[in-house]
Nanobody, 124 residues
Framework: QVQLVESGGGLVQAGGSLRLSCTTS????????MGWFRQAPGKEREFVAT?????????YYADSVKGRFTISRDNAENTVYLHMNDLKPEDTAVYYC????????????????WGQGTQVTVSS
C-alpha cells in the first residue's frame, strides 16, 4: 500500500520559514518524480514545485514561490522536502505532496499518489 505522509506545517509569522517533509512508503521512491501542490480556502489546488528522480535532480517552481521555496529529496530516506523562506500570508494553504511515475509535470491530475496534506498558516 502506497502512503505519502506530510509533516512540518504550522503557524508562522510573515517573513518566517518552515520545512515540510513528505515521507513515502510502498513505492520505489527513487524512480518517482515528486511534486508539491497547495490549496487555499475557496481556491483550486495549484502547483508549487517539482523535482526529478535524482537527489541533485532537475527542479521547477511556480513563479509565485521562485526564489523563496526549495524542493529537495533524500532517496535514502524516501523523503521529499519543501523548504519555505520569506513566507507571506498568501502562502497560507494546505500543502500536499504527490508522486508521479511518468515525466515531470505541473498538472495535479497527472500525479499517481497523494498525501493527506499539511496546513501552513502565515500571519501578517
Amino acid at each position: 500500500q502506497v502512503q505519502l505522509v506530510e509533516s512540518g506545517g504550522g503557524l508562522v509569522q510573515a517573513g518566517g520559514s518552515l520545512r515540510l517533509s513528505c515521507t513515502t512508503s510502498g513505492l520505489t521512491f527513487s524512480v518517482y518524480k515528486m511534486g508539491w501542490f497547495r490549496q487555499a480556502p475557496g481556491k483550486e489546488r495549484e502547483f508549487v514545485a517539482t523535482i526529478s528522480r535524482s537527489t541533485s535532480g532537475i527542479t521547477y517552481y511556480a513563479d509565485s514561490v521562485k526564489g523563496r521555496f526549495t524542493i529537495s529529496r533524500d532517496n535514502a530516506e524516501n523523503t521529499v522536502y519543501l523548504h519555505m523562506n520569506d513566507l507571506k500570508p498568501e502562502d497560507t494553504a494546505v500543502y500536499y505532496c504527490a508522486a508521479r511515475y511518468e515525466a515531470m509535470s505541473i498538472t495535479d491530475r497527472r500525479y499517481d499518489y497523494w498525501g493527506q496534506g499539511t496546513q501552513v498558516t502565515v500571519s501578517s
